[in-house]
C-alpha cells in the first residue's frame, strides 16, 4: 500500500473513532452560582467548570421537562418525559430498569459504561458495567455506598469520594474501548454540608441580596403563596448548621465546630428576629451551598485533568450539568420544583473538540432529554422511535436548525410533597409562559412575559392586552401535549394522596 494512502485510510480511521464521554451530573446547582453565566451578583467563581465554557459551549436556555432530582434523572437516562419514561416524583416513583436508556445502547455498541455517584432511582442501575452509588440522597461524610450492588463503607467527603471513584475507574478501564462515565454528584443538595476545608471559604463576607428576598408574592396565585420552601419558615436548625451532618467522625466535628461554633453563639447572642434573621440564614445558606460547589468545581478539575494527561481530551465529549435549576433566596426561596426560571433552567456546558467552538454560546432552546439521542448519534448507534429529546450537534456546533423548538412542555406531578408546591404543567418559550395549576384546591392559570417582567412577579393572564398571546399559547400548549401524548387525567400513580 501506497505511504500516502495507508495515512489517509488511518486519518478516517481516527476521525471515525466513537468519542469517549464523560457526563458530570451535579444535583441543584444553580446556574447563577457558575461564574460563566455571568450572574450580576457575582456569588463565586467556578475555574475549572468555568473551563469547559472557554474550551467548548454554554447552553443558556437549557430547561428540565420535571424539575425534582430523580424524575430529571429519568429524563437523562431515556431521553424521554417523565410520563413516557414512568418515573413521576421523588415519593414514590421507581425507575423500570429494563426499558430503553442510552447507557444499554452505548454499552450494546461496545461502550464501557460506569455510574458513580448518586443516583436516586430507587431500582438497581441497568446499562453500566460498573456502578458505584449512593442509596437515596446520600450524606456527605463517610457516606454508606454499593458497589455493583455490595455494601461499601467510603471514609472522606461525598464529592471527594465520587471524584477520586471516577478517577480509580477511568485508570482501570479497558483503553482498547471507548467509554462512558456518569459521575453524579450528591453536592450541592440540601443540607449543603461543605468540606471541612472550605469552611470560611467566602472570608464572612455577606453575600449581596437579591431584589426579590422578601417578595410577598403579590400578583400571582394561591399556590406560589401557600408553598413551604422559605428562608423565612422552612429553614431548619440541620440547615443552620445548629446540628451536625450525620455520620460525622469526632475529629470532624471538632474542625466543623471551629468555624460554626462561634458564629452560631453570636447568633444566639444578637437573637435577630423578622428581616434581619432572613438575612442571616441567606447568608449561611450561600455559605454552605457555595461551599458544596468548590469541591464539586476542583472534582471538575481533577477529571479534565486526567483527560489531559491521558491525551483524551480531544476525542471526548464533556458534559457539565445539573438535575434542575435551584433558588438562591430569589423570592425568599431555596430548593426548585417551579416552572419559574431559577427553577427550569439549568446550567449546561459541552467540551466536544471538533463539533463546539472554543468559547460559544447558543440561545436555543435544549434540555436534559437531548442528551439521549446526542450521544448516541455521536457514537453512531440509532436513536430508537419514542425519545422525546433531539440530537443536539447542529446546536453545539453553533447552527440554528430551522425546525428546531421554539417551545417547550413542563410538568410537575410531586404534590402533595415536600415544600408544598402544587402539580401544575405550562408551555415555555423564549419570552412568554403559560402555566395551570390543576389541583382541585388551585386550578388557576397564569401568564408571565419576561421582557416586561423578568422576574416574573405578575401575572398577566387576564390582562385584555394579552388576550391574543394567551390563545395562541393555549393552543401551543394543547399542541405539545397531544404530541407527547400526556395522559389527561394524570395517571393513578401520580396521585400522591392514595400512598
Not at 495515512?7 to 473513532?17: C, K, M, R, S, Y
Not at 384546591?441 to 422576574?455: M, S
Request: proline share 7%; charged share 30%; hydrophobic share 30%.
Amino acid at each position: 500500500m501506497r505511504p500516502l494512502l495507508a495515512l489517509v485510510l488511518f486519518t478516517a480511521a481516527v476521525v471515525a473513532a466513537p468519542p469517549n464521554v464523560v457526563v458530570i451530573f451535579s444535583d441543584d446547582h444553580a446556574y447563577q452560582a457558575v461564574s460563566a453565566y455571568g450572574h450580576p451578583l457575582k456569588l463565586n467563581k467556578t475555574p475549572n467548570i468555568d473551563r469547559l465554557a472557554k474550551e467548548g459551549m454554554r447552553l443558556d436556555r437549557h430547561l428540565i421537562p420535571n424539575s425534582i432530582c430523580g424524575p430529571s434523572r429519568a429524563c437523562l437516562l431515556t431521553g424521554k418525559y417523565n410520563h413516557a419514561n414512568g418515573f413521576y416524583d421523588n415519593t414514590r416513583s421507581k425507575f423500570d430498569g429494563t426499558q430503553f436508556t442510552f447507557p444499554k445502547e452505548l454499552q450494546k455498541a461496545g461502550y464501557q459504561t460506569a455510574l458513580i455517584g448518586k443516583w436516586h432511582l430507587v431500582s438497581d442501575p441497568t446499562g453500566f458495567d460498573h456502578w458505584h452509588i449512593l442509596p437515596g440522597q446520600g450524606i456527605y461524610y463517610n457516606p454508606p455506598m454499593r458497589k455493583n450492588g455490595v455494601q461499601a463503607k467510603e471514609t472522606g467527603y461525598v464529592t471527594d469520594i465520587i471524584t477520586d471513584r471516577s478517577l480509580e475507574w477511568l485508570k482501570a478501564r479497558d483503553k482498547s474501548k471507548p467509554f462512558l462515565l456518569m459521575c453524579q454528584h450528591k453536592a450541592p443538595h440540601r443540607e449543603w454540608a461543605p468540606a471541612l476545608r472550605h469552611l470560611n471559604h467566602n472570608n464572612d463576607q455577606p453575600y449581596p441580596e437579591p431584589d426579590t428576598l422578601f417578595d410577598d408574592y403579590a400578583g400571582r396565585g394561591k399556590g406560589e403563596k401557600n408553598q413551604d420552601m422559605t428562608l423565612e419558615k422552612t429553614f431548619t436548625d440541620l440547615d443552620a448548621k445548629f446540628k451536625y451532618p450525620a455520620n460525622m467522625t469526632v475529629a470532624e466535628k471538632a474542625e466543623w465546630d471551629k468555624y460554626y461554633k462561634p458564629r452560631n453563639e453570636a447568633f444566639e447572642k444578637a437573637k435577630p428576629t423578622g428581616k434581619d434573621l432572613v438575612r442571616w440564614r441567606y447568608n449561611r445558606y450561600l455559605h454552605d451551598y457555595l461551599g458544596c460547589i468548590q469541591a464539586v468545581d476542583e472534582g471538575v478539575g481533577k477529571l479534565l485533568d486526567y483527560l489531559d494527561a491521558e491525551k483524551l481530551t480531544d476525542n471526548t465529549v464533556v458534559i457539565y450539568t445539573s438535575d434542575q435549576g435551584f433558588y438562591l433566596g430569589e423570592h425568599g426561596w431555596f430548593d426548585k420544583r417551579w416552572i419559574f426560571e431559577e427553577s427550569l433552567r439549568s446550567p449546561c456546558l459541552v467540551r466536544w473538540p471538533g463539533v463546539t467552538k472554543p468559547g460559544s454560546t447558543s440561545g436555543a432552546i435544549t434540555s436534559v432529554i437531548d442528551f439521549a439521542p446526542t450521544l448516541l448519534s455521536a457514537a453512531g448507534v440509532k436513536v430508537p422511535e419514542g425519545v422525546h429529546g433531539r440530537d443536539m450537534t447542529p446546536v453545539l456546533k453553533g447552527e440554528s436548525p430551522k425546525d428546531w423548538r421554539t417551545s417547550f412542555y413542563y410538568h410537575y406531578y410531586e404534590y402533595p410533597g415536600p415544600h408544598s408546591v402544587p402539580k401544575h404543567y405550562g408551555v415555555v418559550t423564549d419570552r412568554y409562559k403559560l402555566v395551570r395549576f390543576y389541583e382541585k384546591e388551585f386550578d388557576y392559570w397564569e401568564l408571565f412575559d419576561r421582557q416586561a417582567d423578568p422576574k416574573e412577579l405578575k401575572s398577566v393572564f387576564d390582562d385584555p392586552k394579552y388576550a391574543d398571546k394567551r390563545k395562541e399559547l393555549e393552543a401551543e400548549l394543547a399542541k405539545l401535549r397531544k404530541e407527547l401524548k400526556v395522559p389527561d387525567p394524570d395517571p393513578p400513580e401520580t396521585d400522591l394522596r392514595k400512598r
